[in-house]
């Protein structure tokens, strides 16, 4: 469901990326209209992707309490970690 949410923030973080970073170390050409400079762009992009994380973060532990795995979980239980050890 999250990575529906994402494609927004990260299509932004792509067209700053692109426009700023990449385009200053001679990857990509900044585009022609882009003239108002970082600022607009982190006023937007900063609360948009610290919202996002929390999101993220908040319904990935809600989702983790709900389970019944344990907090460290690999996968294996502990005679299969026991006995790869040998």
């Known amino acids: ?3 529906c949410i994402a494609v927004i ?5 792509l067209l700053f990326a692109i426009n700023f970073p990449l385009a200053s ?3 990509t050409r900044r ?3 882009e003239n108002d ?4 762009w982190l006023i937007l992009l900063v609360p948009l992707l610290s919202g996002l994380l929390a999101l ?3 319904l990935n532990a809600l989702i983790r309490r ?3 795995l344990p907090p460290a979980s690999t996968g294996l239980s502990a005679r299969q970690r ?5």
């Open 25 to 27: 170390l001679g990857v």
């Open 56 to 58: 993220w973060w908040s």
């Open 9 to 13: 923030p990260l299509w932004l973080l």
């Open 37 to 40: 400079g970082m600022l607009p």
């Open 1 to 3: 469901m999250l990575g």
């Open 66 to 68: 709900r389970t019944d």
């Open 82 to 86: 026991h006995s790869s050890r040998r």
């Open 31 to 33: 585009e022609p209209t």
